[in-house]
């Protein structure tokens, strides 16, 4: 697929990811890419999150491909629980936030860290990174397991946030490319 073809939905994470961040710049740089909009980007709640994106899948026009970090996996498994089959063509999601982010990150919902560990109805790339202080190696792989992803251990890339110095993130954009050019129209 390319993504001239289908509708991004970027799905950032708790604070809604900066200008430097590479969400806001992949945004700024894929014409078809637009981000969920959150009512609050500091305090995540389940059904709110989840019903936004629901809303933007629904309010698409072609197939939809999500880009999702940190929190905005977490929203993501939330949300396709009420998505219907075929909805979504894929999902890259990174450096997800594990439930042991409930005690660092302020102001998430007890039914917000409650993760899914259901499939996702949709095919999905997780990357994580060997040292994010939000979820552990292992958390990762067992979300990946759990939802059905293909898992990309990143090394030692903290968070892929800007903090951890990945504000373009050349090789992500890389091997986002190369996960649109598998997927298959829905």
């Not at 958390?139 to 892929?160: K, N």
């Not at 993130?169 to 490319?177: H, I, S």
């Amino acid at each position: 697929m390319k993504t001239s073809d289908t509708d991004i939905l970027i799905v950032p994470g708790w604070s809604g990811s900066g200008p430097d961040h590479w969400q806001s710049r992949w945004e700024a740089k894929l014409p078809t890419a637009r981000r969920v909009e959150q009512e609050d980007w500091y305090k995540p709640t389940r059904d709110g999150w989840a019903n936004r994106i629901v809303a933007a899948v629904r309010a698409a026009t072609k197939p939809v491909v999500i880009v999702a970090h940190s929190a905005g996996c977490s929203a993501v498994a939330h949300a396709a629980e009420h998505l219907k089959p075929h909805e979504v063509a894929g999902a890259f999601l990174v450096a997800p936030a594990s439930e042991r982010a409930k005690r660092a990150i302020p102001g998430m919902a007890d039914d917000f860290s409650a993760i899914p560990q259901k499939p996702l109805p949709f095919r999905s790339v997780l990357i994580a990174s060997a040292t994010d202080p939000y979820c552990t190696p292992d958390e990762a792989r067992a979300l990946a397991e759990a939802w059905g992803s293909e898992f990309v251990d990143a090394g030692d890339s903290g968070h892929i946030n800007t903090e951890s110095g990945h504000g373009p993130w050349p090789d992500g954009l890389l091997r986002f490319a190369g996960f649109m050019k598998n997927l298959t129209a829905i």
